[in-house]
Structure formats: C-alpha cells, structure tokens
C-alpha cells in the first residue's frame, strides 16, 4: 500500500473522529486494483489487474497515525460515498 499512499490525492478532507479530533482523508486513484491474493477467491479478484481505481485512505488520531485502507472504488463519487460510509457522517471535503 505505500505506493498508493505516495500517490497524489484527487479528493481530500478531513473527518470527526468521535465528533470531535480531525483527521485526514484522502481519495487516491491508482492504475492497478489490488487483487486480495487469496487463493480461494476466484481469479478476478485474487489477482492485480490493469484497471483504475480510487482508493480512500485515513488516518486515525494519534501523533503516529499510519495512513488507513478504507477501500476501493470504481469511481471517485462511488469512493466518496464509501468513505463517508467507513468514516461517519461528519465529513468534510476540501474543494
């Protein structure tokens, strides 16, 4: 995941832990989608494919927060909604 986290967010915010403590969030795209690896799972989801996606990223509070998966989207609005789902209601993205 650190390439991903080193990639340039195209949406950023900051969301209320506990109502509270900001922190931030960011929406990245990546032209790989991150396959589960899981031998299990079929082949279409095991394995990396060629494919953009949006991946939200956050950071709990503490002074040493490592930037968090919050999942992956097909599409920035799809990743949007998806992190206001992970992160809470109160969520504030940055024009």
Request: charged share 25%; no cysteine.
């Given at each position: 995941m650190r390439d991903?986290?080193?990639q340039v967010a195209?949406?950023?915010?900051?969301?209320?832990?506990g109502g509270l403590t900001t922190c931030p969030v960011r929406i990245v795209?990546?032209?790989t989608r991150l396959g589960s690896h899981?031998?299990?799972?079929?082949p279409e989801l095991a394995a990396d494919?060629?494919?953009g996606?949006?991946?939200i990223r956050y950071?709990?509070?503490g002074p040493h927060g490592q930037w968090q998966g919050g999942g992956m989207a097909g599409s920035l609005?799809?990743?949007?909604?998806?992190a206001q789902r992970k992160l809470g209601p109160v969520l504030q993205w940055e024009d």
């Open positions: 991903i986290d080193e195209v949406k950023q915010g900051q969301w209320f832990y795209h990546h032209t899981d031998p299990e799972d079929p494919t060629q494919a996606g949006f991946y950071r709990p509070p609005r799809e990743a949007m909604f998806l």
